[in-house]
């Protein structure tokens, strides 16, 4: 698995899998990402992310296609900061009510 996408029809919400390349030889390890593509290419409203073994993400993927989820085309382009020292994400803030914007790193980064 290098990427997946998987979508819940009833919600819209969506987990992206894709794998760490940076452990992928010595111990193969996949970032899942759930979140929601944002209108008007506006960043996409991550909610939550994990880094699990392979063997992991290929289970939790077969689950979710087993609940329904569908497979979908990627929904979401990760996008860089102008000096790409992470990706620009935006997230909701269910307590104060408010969006924000926040960058994702790669632990080192």
């Not at 919400?13 to 760490?20: C, G, P, Q």
């Amino acid at each position: 698995m290098h990427e997946g996408w998987l979508v819940d029809p009833g919600t819209n919400w969506v987990w992206r899998f894709h794998r760490d390349d940076k452990a992928w030889v010595r111990d193969p390890k996949v970032f899942m990402d759930r979140g929601m593509a944002m209108p008007d290419g506006q960043p996409p409203l991550l909610k939550e992310r994990r880094h699990v073994p392979q063997e992991d993400a290929e289970t939790i993927w077969r689950n979710l296609k087993s609940m329904g989820w569908k497979r979908s085309e990627p929904l979401w382009v990760p996008q860089q900061n102008p000096d790409h020292s992470g990706l620009i994400c935006s997230a909701y803030d269910i307590d104060l009510g408010i969006s924000h914007y926040f960058q994702v790193r790669r632990h080192g980064e």
